[in-house]
């Protein structure tokens, strides 16, 4: 694994440990409304990296098919979509400002089934970044250095605020700042090591790319449509999630255009 692949696989998780760092200098639990603008900011960016880093590029790699080029986008993304239904429900977890958990009954604490809601958000961008650098390895694609560098940086823009809104409630809730703020980078961990191992997995399915791009793009809308827009969306004067999910999703779309 070269050291841009590297740097790549961990541009994502230096987003997610910085936004944890907020902890540290922030006094106060985020307010409710900035909570929103975050979440919709991040919806914006996962939709937008979806849709131009992977789908459009799965159903250019699968060109071939003449005007059938959308069914491996449509069956790979049908896969990531139940993918994720499975794993929201055999893995115990609780939503931000959720009262009730999901999933499996379990006697977890209220804080450690946060911290496994957003590992499981964080599956599939882990997912998304490790295939689409397998397909700029492999050298067999249309997927470019910089492409790959889009969506690195895009996932990194939106974890950090998801790093804040994870470290900063456990915090307030009685966690030591170094707590919440470990809590918070090791709730990222699993998106450098899901992508290693998808880069590994993927190079023996090679053929299968344009269905494995449009799997990771089904795994993170439903993610978006299952979690962050419910989020964004909730209480009153919630206008601020849909300005920012605009603003995520035109900021994602010109990091795609501009190096890919």
Same mark, same amino acid.
């Given at each position: 694994?070269n050291?841009?692949?590297?740097?790549g @696989?961990?541009i994502p998780?230096?987003g997610t440990?910085l936004?944890?760092?907020?902890?540290?200098?922030?006094?106060?639990?985020?307010d409710i409304t900035v909570?929103?603008?975050?979440?919709g900011?991040a919806a914006?960016?996962m939709?937008?990296a979806?849709?131009?880093? @992977?789908?459009i590029p799965?159903?250019?790699?699968?060109?071939?098919?003449?005007?059938f080029s959308f069914?491996p986008a449509c069956?790979?993304?049908?896969?990531g979509?139940?993918?994720?239904? @499975? @794993?929201?429900?055999?893995i115990?977890?609780?939503?931000?400002n959720?009262e009730?958990?999901e999933?499996?009954?379990a006697?977890?604490k /209220?804080?450690?089934?946060?911290?496994?809601?957003v590992?499981?958000?964080?599956i599939?961008?882990?997912m998304?970044?490790?295939?689409?650098?397998?397909?700029?390895?492999?050298g067999?694609t249309?997927?470019t250095a910089g492409g790959?560098?889009?969506?690195?940086?895009?996932?990194?823009?939106?974890?950090?605020?998801?790093?804040?809104?994870?470290?900063?409630?456990?915090?307030a809730?009685?966690?030591s /700042?170094?707590?919440?703020?470990?809590?918070?980078v090791l709730s990222?961990?699993?998106e450098?090591?899901g992508?290693?191992?998808?880069?590994?997995?993927?190079?023996?399915?090679?053929?299968?790319?344009?269905?494995?791009?449009?799997?990771?793009a089904?795994?993170?809308?439903?993610?978006?449509?299952?979690e962050l827009?419910?989020e964004m969306?909730?209480?009153?004067h919630?206008?601020?999630?849909v300005i920012?999910?605009a603003?995520?999703f035109?900021?994602m779309?010109?990091?795609?255009?501009?190096l890919?």
């Amino acid at each position: 694994m070269n050291t841009d692949v590297l740097l790549g @696989l961990l541009i994502p998780f230096a987003g997610t440990a910085l936004g944890s760092g907020c902890v540290f200098f922030m006094k106060k639990e985020l307010d409710i409304t900035v909570q929103r603008a975050l979440t919709g900011f991040a919806a914006g960016v996962m939709v937008a990296a979806s849709i131009w880093s @992977l789908i459009i590029p799965s159903m250019e790699m699968a060109e071939g098919f003449g005007k059938f080029s959308f069914i491996p986008a449509c069956v790979g993304f049908w896969i990531g979509i139940l993918f994720l239904l @499975l @794993l929201d429900t055999v893995i115990p977890h609780l939503h931000m400002n959720a009262e009730e958990a999901e999933g499996p009954k379990a006697d977890f604490k /209220k804080t450690t089934m946060m911290v496994l809601a957003v590992t499981l958000h964080n599956i599939p961008e882990g997912m998304a970044v490790g295939v689409v650098y397998a397909g700029f390895i492999s050298g067999d694609t249309m997927i470019t250095a910089g492409g790959a560098l889009a969506l690195a940086l895009g996932i990194a823009i939106q974890n950090f605020p998801e790093g804040a809104i994870i470290s900063m409630p456990l915090c307030a809730e009685g966690k030591s /700042k170094g707590r919440a703020f470990l809590d918070g980078v090791l709730s990222g961990a699993v998106e450098p090591i899901g992508a290693a191992l998808t880069i590994l997995a993927t190079g023996f399915f090679l053929p299968a790319m344009p269905y494995l791009l449009s799997f990771a793009a089904g795994a993170m809308i439903y993610v978006v449509v299952e979690e962050l827009i419910p989020e964004m969306s909730s209480g009153e004067h919630s206008n601020i999630g849909v300005i920012m999910f605009a603003l995520g999703f035109t900021l994602m779309m010109a990091l795609d255009v501009a190096l890919g």
